[in-house]
């Protein structure tokens, strides 16, 4: 040991490579210590809203624009996953569904806000993506749906309906799917499976 005597523990123990100690009783050496480079955090890419991954809530609330124009306000109100029962009992004709598929049946409200009229059963449309991304489209089977938002009569700026739209869907996974709503043929927004 080097420099041991009354002050010895309070020094700085230094290890070599040779396996000796030394203990100095001195003020320690302040020796300019590097300082970490601060790492910025990732900032979160915030995903987009209504994609497949990020579906909206049932519940939202979109505004679809024409040309320019906003001419809907469509909310998916409600789904029934499996209104199988609803879809058979609306008419004795509506065929049962084959063995792994059920019917789901999705409520829409919608405003008119564009110029003149509007047809809500042609403009807005329902299908629905499944868990392992094949699309079933509201056309894919004609059946008689309860208050149908197709069918129903064109409606004025600042008029708004109620209605329905039944797809015919796969049993297994369907809440691991996602519905997709069009308006006047753009772009589908996505919304959550329930």
Same mark, same amino acid.
């Given at each position: 040991? &080097?420099?041991?005597?009354?002050?010895?523990?309070?020094?700085?123990? &230094?290890?070599?490579?040779?396996? #000796?100690?030394?203990?100095?009783?001195?003020?320690? @050496?302040?020796?300019?210590?590097?300082?970490?480079?601060?790492?910025?955090?990732? =900032?979160?890419?915030? #995903? $987009?809203?209504?994609?497949?991954?990020?579906?909206?809530? &049932?519940?939202?609330? !979109?505004?679809?624009?024409?040309?320019?124009?906003?001419?809907?306000? @469509?909310?998916?109100?409600?789904?029934? !996953?499996?209104?199988?029962?609803?879809? !058979?009992? $609306?008419?004795?004709?509506?065929?049962?569904?084959?063995?792994?598929?059920?019917?789901?049946? @999705?409520?829409? *409200? /919608?405003?008119?806000?564009?110029?003149?009229?509007? *047809?809500?059963?042609?403009?807005?449309?329902?299908?629905?993506?499944?868990? $392992?991304?094949? =699309?079933?489209?509201?056309?894919?089977?004609?059946?008689?749906?309860?208050? /149908?938002?197709?069918?129903?009569?064109?409606?004025?700026?600042?008029?708004?309906? =109620?209605?329905?739209?039944?797809?015919?869907?796969?049993? =297994?996974?369907? $809440?691991?799917?996602?519905? /997709?709503?069009?308006?006047?043929?753009? *772009?589908?927004?996505?919304?959550?499976?329930?």
């Amino acid at each position: 040991m &080097i420099g041991g005597g009354v002050g010895a523990a309070a020094g700085v123990t &230094i290890a070599s490579s040779q396996g #000796q100690t030394a203990t100095s009783t001195s003020s320690p @050496v302040k020796t300019p210590v590097a300082s970490p480079t601060p790492t910025k955090s990732p =900032t979160p890419v915030a #995903q $987009e809203e209504g994609t497949r991954t990020n579906p909206f809530a &049932i519940g939202t609330t !979109l505004t679809a624009s024409s040309n320019g124009r906003e001419n809907w306000t @469509v909310t998916v109100s409600s789904v029934s !996953l499996n209104a199988t029962d609803v879809i !058979l009992a $609306e008419n004795p004709y509506n065929d049962v569904p084959p063995e792994g598929m059920q019917y789901g049946l @999705v409520s829409i *409200d /919608a405003t008119y806000t564009g110029v003149d009229a509007g *047809d809500p059963g042609n403009a807005i449309r329902m299908s629905f993506v499944s868990a $392992e991304g094949r =699309t079933y489209d509201e056309f894919d089977v004609s059946v008689v749906t309860p208050n /149908a938002l197709f069918g129903q009569n064109e409606i004025y700026a600042g008029t708004s309906t =109620t209605g329905n739209i039944a797809v015919l869907i796969p049993s =297994t996974n369907a $809440e691991q799917g996602v519905w /997709a709503l069009s308006v006047d043929f753009g *772009d589908p927004a996505f919304f959550a499976a329930q």
